[in-house]
């Protein structure tokens, strides 16, 4: 009996030593999104093309990043680096078909993978939220 204790209580120190570097992306919090857009008002009628992004303020952490990555597909994502604890330089501004962060590492995301493009050690990819068409140039943004 004591050498099965000791093995398990030498098991969970083993277990836990190990040197993780990844901080498991967990800077930004999972609130709840639910949102819809129509592609027929000004204010979204970039998504029309490819290649075009538009921000909605007011939902997720740092709002949302829309993007229209081709004529069937349309994606969004979180508007805060998921690299960063939340801050002001944290929120991503569009820059073309990439996202660029304000802080001083200046990481930088593509709008249509999702991945770091620049950025120095950098393991979490954009937050994405799901895209749903419901017909008539509309889509429901939720997670």
Not at 6 to 33: E, T, W
Request: proline residues 2%.
């Amino acid at each position: 009996m004591k050498n099965k204790l000791l093995v398990l209580l030498c098991l969970a120190i083993l277990g836990c030593s190990r040197n993780d570097n990844i901080n498991n992306c967990n800077f930004l919090l999972n609130v709840g999104v639910n949102t819809s857009i129509n592609l027929n008002l000004p204010q979204f009628s970039q998504l029309i093309n490819t290649g075009n992004s538009v921000r909605l303020e007011g939902q997720g952490n740092g709002g949302l990043i829309i993007t229209r990555v081709n004529s069937s597909t349309i994606r969004a994502w979180d508007a805060a680096d998921p690299n960063h604890t939340f801050e002001n330089c944290s929120i991503l501004t569009i820059n073309g078909i990439n996202a660029v962060c304000g802080c001083a590492d200046a990481n930088e995301y593509s709008l249509i993978t999702g991945q770091v493009l620049n950025g120095t050690n950098q393991p979490c990819t954009l937050k994405e939220y799901r895209v749903e068409f419901v017909g008539n140039n509309q889509y429901v943004i939720s997670n």
